[in-house]
């Protein structure tokens, strides 16, 4: 099993909420369980300072990229904000650890 990882921008459609304290409360429940994530090592999340925009870097395990890909999507279709519609996933980018592609380049000039 290969380990694929995925950068991806994340909106928040804060007109999903009915008001800012709703939308704040569901954010706190979605804090919560990223945290767990953070803390375990999952992932990586950077929150905009000014945008309701968060960028995510997760590791997915999958025999091929596809299978991997469609982890993704499934786990963060079990997020609460997903689930509540606020999720916009506005990009998804496969992408690798710099030191992968320099030992890379140093093999292949080898």
Known sequence: MAAFTYFYKVRIDVTKSSSGE????KWH????AALGAIDAGIIQIWKDAADA???????????TAVEAHGTALATFGTLPMFQSGHI?????RSV???????AYL????S
């Not at 140093?106 to 000039?109: E, G, L, P």
């Open 22 to 25: 709703e939308l704040l409360s």
């Open 29 to 32: 429940e979605e804090a919560q």
């Open 53 to 63: 925009v968060v960028y995510v870097i997760a590791t997915f395990d999958g025999a």
């Open 88 to 92: 916009i996933i506005e990009e998804a």
């Open 96 to 102: 690798l650890d710099y030191k992968e592609w320099a």
């Open 106 to 109: 140093a093999n292949r000039n």
